[in-house]
């Protein structure tokens, strides 16, 4: 049988390419290389010699083959598969009733006894122990969902995997010591969400129902602030781009005349100039600035509300879980997430108030330098033709 495991690897890839059905999600090549890992794994450390090894190696590769004709008894479909490969390849009647068995324990209800029974029990369901439990659960719910024309709601799927969760065991002693551990990770996980999902309907039916006028009134007064944010900022460009143009023009065109002495009256109405514009240029940049907090907020504060998390400026010292963990309790806690709201909008406000205050200190900056500096010139330019 030295061969044999590869053969059996060839054959399954290929009648699965060419004949499974394209809606096995979960019951396909990929759930049977994670078997096949699984239980050669399993075998190792409960001490299986090389024989034993290379008979659970064929089990698992063959144990679903049976889906490609049918769901319901598979296991009979793929015993017969794999009796029939085993025979074309000139295996002995005992090794091949062994490896028949062997499959056929892996139907839902059979309780394994012989070790290599347990191997195969274990490995088949040893995804429960397994860091993508919930990518592999979510692809055999889509099977489900076509197959039996069935769907289930988040709250129901949660609660079939606890029960298949209870009713599940590992029957050899690795598989208790390395897997059940990592078991009990998953199981806990499945707990709390159910527990979340049953808080979040509990919540909504009893909470109150918030009319359209309030919503109405926290989206346009939030989409008010926003506009006159982005029309500060304009305004605030508008006075850099100008400025920045003063300045150019006159670095380029001001400021090599003064080497002159004819042209020494530019001086003074050339600098007076200059500091407008860079006064206008530091004003503007003052009012755009974002200003950003420095404070960590953690749980206790979002549950005091004395902070609010919905502006990034706050939570960008947050970790992951504890930011989530916020945003589920605001929807989870209606007076939490219309205080944060709240806050938002009142903040909004302070953020405008001074974006406002100094764009009104820069226009009359800028006003009062282009009358000052065009007096000067004008000045500058009248004493030197009049001395």
């Not at 319901?72 to 002995?92: C, M, T, Y």
């Not at 012989?114 to 692809?139: M, P, Q, R």
């Not at 049953?198 to 008010?224: D, P, Q, Y």
């Not at 504060?301 to 939570?315: A, E, P, R, S, Y």
């Amino acid at each position: 049988m030295e061969n044999i495991v590869k053969k059996a690897e060839d054959f399954v890839s290929h009648l699965f390419e060419t004949k499974l059905s394209t809606i096995n999600f979960y019951h396909n090549i990929e759930h049977t290389k994670r078997v096949v890992e699984r239980i050669t794994q399993l075998a190792e450390w409960e001490g299986c010699s090389y024989g034993e090894q290379t008979t659970l190696k064929i089990v698992a590769w063959f144990h679903d083959t049976g889906f490609v004709e049918k769901d319901e008894g598979h296991e009979e479909v793929s015993a017969r598969i794999a009796a029939d490969f085993l025979k074309s390849n000139q295996i002995f009647n005992d090794e091949i009733e062994l490896v028949k068995s062997l499959i056929l324990v892996s139907r839902k209800n059979s309780i394994p006894n012989t070790k290599l029974e347990k191997i195969t029990k274990d490995a088949d369901c040893s995804h429960v122990a397994s860091d993508y439990y919930f990518e592999v659960s979510n692809l055999l719910r889509q099977e489900f969902a076509l197959k039996r024309h069935t769907t289930f709601t988040d709250l129901e799927w949660l609660e079939e995997n606890k029960i298949f969760f209870e009713m599940q065991q590992f029957y050899t002693n690795a598989a208790r010591l390395k897997w059940q551990p990592l078991k009990k990770l998953n199981e806990r996980e499945i707990e709390t969400k159910i527990n979340k999902i049953k808080a979040k309907e509990e919540a909504k039916s009893n909470s109150k129902k918030i009319g359209r006028g309030v919503e109405t009134m926290f989206r346009v007064t939030l989409k008010n602030h926003i506009e006159l944010s982005a029309i500060a900022d304009t305004k605030a460009n508008i006075l850099l781009s100008v400025n920045a143009i003063i300045i150019s023009v006159a670095l380029s065109n001001l400021v090599p005349k003064l080497d002159s002495v004819s042209n020494s009256f530019l001086v003074w109405p050339t600098l007076i100039l200059m500091l407008f514009s860079v006064t206008s240029v530091v004003l503007s940049v003052l009012s755009t600035r974002p200003n950003i907090s420095n404070v960590t907020v953690t749980k206790d504060m979002i549950k005091n509300k004395q902070t609010n998390i919905l502006f990034f400026g706050n939570f960008h010292k947050m970790g992951l879980k504890d930011f989530e963990w916020g945003i589920d309790y605001l929807m989870e806690n209606q007076d939490v997430l219309y205080n944060s709201l709240t806050k938002d909008l009142y903040y909004l406000g302070l953020v405008l108030e001074r974006k406002y205050r100094l764009l009104r200190i820069t226009y009359t900056v800028f006003m009062f330098g282009i009358v000052i500096s065009a007096l000067a010139f004008g000045i500058s330019y009248y004493i030197t033709m009049n001395p």
